[in-house]
């Protein structure tokens, strides 16, 4: 579980994020949406430990993330995976050279084990006769599940995913939202999802967080979004017309 | 102030480099990497260049040579001074500053367009131990680069001098070998190492700290080029001051 708690972040001027205090659970995908600009990125690095707040605190599960030392840190960190709008692939090592980094890099298992815990969570996210291509042979849903594969190959604690579904057709998107959820179920994984894919929200949003100008404007689950009055999350969730109609049958079928 | 605040930002750097070790499986293979793509691979445009470099020192001296009572070995002296001294390590660093320089700071600045910087630092590597530790230690090598163009700039001297017509073969190591002052080899060596941390620190400087797209990685390897031939041409200045002033 990760208790954020009142936090503040500014570049400058520019006042970012301006007091969100919000709880991510365990095996729950946990969606971070807003317009761009929001603060929802930086609001995730701050969670990835990437940017530090000027004020307010973290707590993942128990430990507060300012007052860990460095050693400590590097060590949460491991416990952490992350899924970036890219993908982040290595463009230098191979499908299976990526997934099997972090455990090169921070573990002692010996070369026969790293292969079989390679091939293990490159199965599990479907992909079984790419190891030996590199990020640029493949294509970008098969990138996304490279780096899901990456993300989780440590068994960490928290997964973090920003935009995972840009650039992907409607087809691959659902793909990938359901495997994220999956993998967050099977392995008891607290999932932060930073996304403007409004399919993806009313697909696996758990919990959702709606950020508007740095503040936190809502927070509810994918059931509650259909019900709720507030006008800036309405604005915004329901800009398309399908959307739109969604929520009007939705309305009519309560009434 | 903006430089002010780039000296400090690499004097950061520079020690965050030497912080947080890699594991040495890994880092060894990097630098076997690294080895194989700054120097191992520059040997060729070092070698073109430094041959006819040579060549041309040679000639020139030779055709400035009109006063009959000069001895025709200077020629040699000559060619031998110009590529020790400056030729090899000076102007072949400007040259590795655009070759290699270049590539390192497009390929960190990629890294870092494409949020693979952020990967590292999110599993808790420390990207700049990874990525810059391994190319300084590659261009310990860099040396190694510069006394094959000090030996292949007075073969082409020689090879331009001989078969011009210009002296004998004898004359040209006559001249080789007059006045030869052994601390000018260390002079040159003290300089090459000082210059192969600059080539492998400034780029990955530019590289590591920029910002933008694709559009930026190019502006950021001219402004490394720029810079890493300023500080070689200062330092240059400053250790020749130094050592032989």
């Known amino acids: 579980m990760i208790e954020v708690n009142d936090i503040h972040k500014s570049f400058g001027d520019a006042h970012i994020l301006k007091g969100i205090s919000t709880t991510f659970e365990n095996g729950k995908t946990n969606l971070i949406i807003g317009q761009s600009g929001s603060g929802k990125t930086v609001f995730l690095k701050c969670l990835l430990g990437l940017f530090s707040p000027e004020k307010g605190s973290i707590v993942y599960d128990g430990k507060t993330y300012s007052s860990l030392t460095e050693k400590e840190k590097r060590a949460l960190r491991q416990e952490m995976g992350m899924v970036f709008q890219g993908s982040a692939l290595f463009d230098s090592m191979t499908v299976e050279g990526n997934v099997k980094f972090p455990l090169e890099m921070f573990t002692n298992q010996s070369k026969s084990e790293m292969e079989d815990r390679v091939n293990t969570v490159l199965k599990r996210v479907n992909l079984v006769d790419a190891h030996h291509k590199f990020p640029a042979e493949i294509s970008g849903g098969m990138q996304k599940r490279v780096a899901i594969a990456r993300a989780i190959v440590m068994n960490p604690k928290y997964l973090f995913c920003d935009e995972p579904n840009s650039g992907l057709d409607p087809k691959t998107a659902i793909l990938i939202d359901n495997l994220i959820k999956e993998i967050t179920e099977e392995f008891d994984i607290t999932t932060i999802i930073n996304t403007h894919d409004m399919n993806s929200v009313m697909q696996i949003g758990e919990k959702i967080l709606f950020l508007k100008d740095g503040l936190k404007e809502w927070e509810g689950t994918k059931n509650e979004i259909f019900k709720t009055d507030n006008e800036a999350v309405t604005n915004f969730v329901y800009s398309s017309d399908l959307f739109k109609k969604v929520r009007q049958m939705y309305i009519e079928e309560r009434n | ?245």
Do not use: C
């Open chain 2, 1 to 245: 102030m903006n430089y002010l605040a780039s000296i400090g930002s690499y004097a950061i750097m520079i020690r965050e480099v030497f912080k947080k070790p890699t594991k040495w499986r890994i880092m060894k293979s990097l630098i076997l990497k690294e080895i194989d793509e700054l120097v191992y691979g520059s040997l060729g445009i070092i070698i073109f260049i430094s041959f006819f470099i040579g060549a041309v020192v040679a000639i020139q001296t030779a055709l400035n040579l009109t006063n009959p009572i000069i001895p025709r070995s200077l020629i040699g002296f000559a060619t031998r001074q110009s590529v020790i001294l400056e030729f090899a390590p000076t102007f072949v660093s400007i040259i590795m500053a655009g070759k290699v320089g270049s590539y390192i700071t497009s390929s960190i600045g990629t890294m870092r367009v494409t949020e693979q910087i952020d990967a590292l630092e999110v599993m808790g590597v420390n990207s700049l131990n990874y990525l810059v530790f391994p190319k300084i230690i590659a261009m310990l090598f860099y040396p190694f680069a510069i006394a094959i163009s000090m030996y292949v700039g007075v073969f082409g001297g020689w090879i331009a001098g001989v078969f011009g017509g210009f002296l004998t073969s004898a004359d040209f190591v006559s001249g080789l070998q007059t006045d030869f002052v052994p601390f000018h080899i260390a002079y040159a060596f003290i300089k090459t190492l000082i210059f192969a941390f600059i080539i492998a620190t400034i780029p990955s400087f530019h590289g590591y700290y920029m910002k933008g797209g694709a559009l930026e990685v190019g502006k950021a390897s001219t402004t490394s080029f720029v810079w890493t031939s300023v500080v070689i041409i200062i330092l240059n200045y400053l250790l020749t001051q130094l050592l032989l002033g």
